[in-house]
């Protein structure tokens, strides 16, 4: 079964903090990898989006890498600010699965304290 | 505005009764997507949609009926609503650039 992992579910950091929150897949056949903000109560806002052919993606202090050898991909948040207080979410699209579909993982609570 | 419209943003219904969530787009993007978030669950898929007239079941799709006459309309209709559908509810497009959500529809089944 091809699954999403978000490790660790809930982190805490001081404001101005460098981080790296952790997404694994099960499968290292992808298509891409989308990176997601949401909010409480909010929709999801898309982040950074990796194509299986590339190893990263920038927004300015936002950095997503791509490993599919080892099926990992990690959010880097730079200068961490407490408006990035929220949950990021990873999303692959698997290669083997019909109809371009994202299969999630579960989350992880950011919160960036002042 | 461009992006995805999904209303109503909030819903109370009683059990048994039938409800329709709506969901529009402003693009053209052939795939469009239901999907409910619950806690301890995550994201799921319901159904989703290749293009108009064409749809198929995800991964929860018990209960749900979808329908896409239109490329730009994607409605969800809960045909006998159950306690065990109380969810929030994200209606997406998918395009070269990703995925994008709408706002969701919080569903409260009493």
């Known amino acids: 079964k091809q699954e999403v992992t978000q490790i660790p579910a809930a982190l805490s950091v001081p404001e101005g903090e460098n981080l790296v929150l952790n997404c694994s897949f099960t499968d290292s056949a992808i298509y891409n990898l989308q990176w997601f903000r949401q909010d409480p109560g909010k929709g999801l806002t898309s982040l950074l989006l990796i194509q299986s052919s590339q190893r990263e993606q920038t927004s300015g202090r936002l950095n997503a890498s791509l490993d599919k050898s080892s099926g990992r991909s990690t959010l880097y948040i730079a200068a961490s600010q407490p408006g990035d207080s929220a949950t990021y979410l990873c999303a692959v699209r698997f290669e083997e699965t019909s109809g371009s579909r994202l299969t999630f993982g579960e989350g992880t609570q950011l919160t960036v304290n002042p | ?110």
Request: proline residues 3%; hydrophobic residues 30%; charged residues 15%.
């Open chain 2, 1 to 110: 505005d461009a992006g995805i419209t999904q209303s109503p943003r909030y819903k109370i219904t009683e059990t048994g009764r039938q409800v329709t969530l709506m969901c529009h787009q402003t693009w053209s993007h052939s795939y469009m997507f239901w999907y409910r978030q619950d806690l301890g669950h995550g994201l799921r898929l319901i159904y989703y949609s290749a293009a108009a007239d064409i749809t198929d079941k995800g991964e929860v799709p018990d209960g749900y009926v979808v329908s896409r006459s239109k490329t730009e309309n994607f409605p969800l209709t809960l045909e006998s609503a159950t306690r065990s559908q109380t969810s929030v509810y994200f209606c997406a497009s998918t395009s070269v650039g990703g995925y994008t959500f709408g706002s969701g529809t919080r569903l409260t089944v009493v």
